[in-house]
């Protein structure tokens, strides 16, 4: 634990509910805090923003919001924190600039201007400003609470499933903007969600929450490669990969994904050669095979090692994790197939993998 991090040490009981959480996570990135409903994403971050009085420690880098052991515990008001809902909470009777001069009051005179542009920039609504709020379509409402939030010069950002009440196209709009404040802000951003996609997307770290406790925690691709709370993903668990688009096929529309162990093939979405590519590959899209298949038209072969087998869900399938060099790939089979592939851990197979997307 370093004096970058972030430290979050609370519990809270409830009647029928207790959150107990104590981990150190970096404090810069998205950290994605993900589970299902009632596992106590929200009042995790109700406790770090202090509107909920949880027992324990909040260390955001070197300023300490709360440490019951010293006596210590800062009002929500003086943590420069921002913190943005799953509906926008803008004011009506403000238009946009109104809304975002709103947020920038809170930071220091000085600070003010230069963080209110910044954020216009930043947000990309420039064009808005004028426009009132009750106008304004959801994905640009978040847009101008997220800016509103940054106006205020926060120390860290907190987002309570900011996309959960848009439409799907509206999220496709609204993610690139995320992702432009994680790369271009050293803020420290904890988002809260439930969907599989956004964690894909986003998180540079993962804190999988259930029943008010942490099940894992770490770097996202490593969370997401553990077999053992697999159903919590439903239908999509599945490996991320972090790679560069190492080669662009003009031919065939392809491109190449080099990552530490193997490559990948996929579609060519006009990601520049040498940027940096999150590739998801999802279990379902994953089968094995004991020898190099021949005759195929699967054209992403990788040999890799079975490391573990696991139970899924449903009792016909396992869950296997694949090593490829230092990457891991999860496959999904059925128990019968494994039986008659008679696989085992140390085994070297091939993973045939049908399907990848980039998610960055
Ligand atoms: N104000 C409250 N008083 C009492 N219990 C509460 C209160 N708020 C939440 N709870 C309970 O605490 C537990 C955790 O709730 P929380 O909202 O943190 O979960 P969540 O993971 O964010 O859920 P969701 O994904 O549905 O938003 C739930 O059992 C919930 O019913």
Redesign the pocket.
Known sequence: MSAQDMLLRLALA????R?DVDCALPAHGITC?F????????????CIAGL?RAAGTVRIADAVWQDDAQGVFVPTWKRPLGYVFQEASLFDHLDVRGNLDYGAQRAGAAERRIALAAAIELLGIGDLLARPTHELSGGERQRVAIARALAAQPRVLLL??PLASIDIARKQDILPWLERLRDELALPMVY?T?SADEVARLADTLVV?ER?RVASTGPAARVLARTDDAALWGDDPGALIDGTLALRDGRWHLARVDFPGGSLWLRDDGVAAGQRARLRVLARDVSIATREPEGTSIQNLLPCTVQHIAADAHPSQLLVRLACGETTLLARITARAADSLGLATGMPVWAQVKSVALVQ
């Open positions: 409830r009647k029928t509910f959150l805090v589970g299902p409903s009632g596992s106590g994403k929200t009042s995790l971050l109700r909920e309570d499933e809260v439930h929450l008010g």
